[in-house]
């Protein structure tokens, strides 16, 4: 199982030490692309979910319907605080938040 694990990583990363970089085989600028695009179609659905939900005042009285506000406000700030990380260093083909380590993993903690 833990070596299923290497292999799916393997594909995403240059080496074992997993160094934040793209394998070659994955085109960067493709990628950043791709998540762009999925971070505007996110970011308008969305918000256009709480608008809808937010306009019926009577609605919010439903347990499901606070459920499901407070889940499309978790997509939607996770969408806003962690994409634009995975769309720059994409496009830059390398993580470009840190040079050492420590540095790498202390940005990826605090988002």
């Known amino acids: 199982m833990e070596n299923d694990n290497a292999t799916n990583l393997s594909l995403f990363f240059t080496n074992e030490n997993s160094d934040f970089t793209i394998a070659d085989d994955i085109n960067g600028p493709a990628l950043a692309v791709v998540v762009g695009l999925e ?13 809808a939900t937010f306009a019926q005042p009577s609605s919010l009285k439903k347990p499901s319907t606070i459920f ?25 083909g390398e993580w470009i938040f840190g040079s050492t380590y420590s540095q790498k993993t202390a940005v990826c903690t605090f988002v």
């Open 39 to 51: 971070f505007l179609i996110s970011l308008v659905i969305n918000i256009g979910v709480l608008m």
């Open 68 to 92: 499901l506000s407070f889940l499309v406000g978790a997509n939607l700030i996770m969408t806003l605080f962690f994409m634009p990380f995975t769309i720059i260093s994409a496009a830059a």
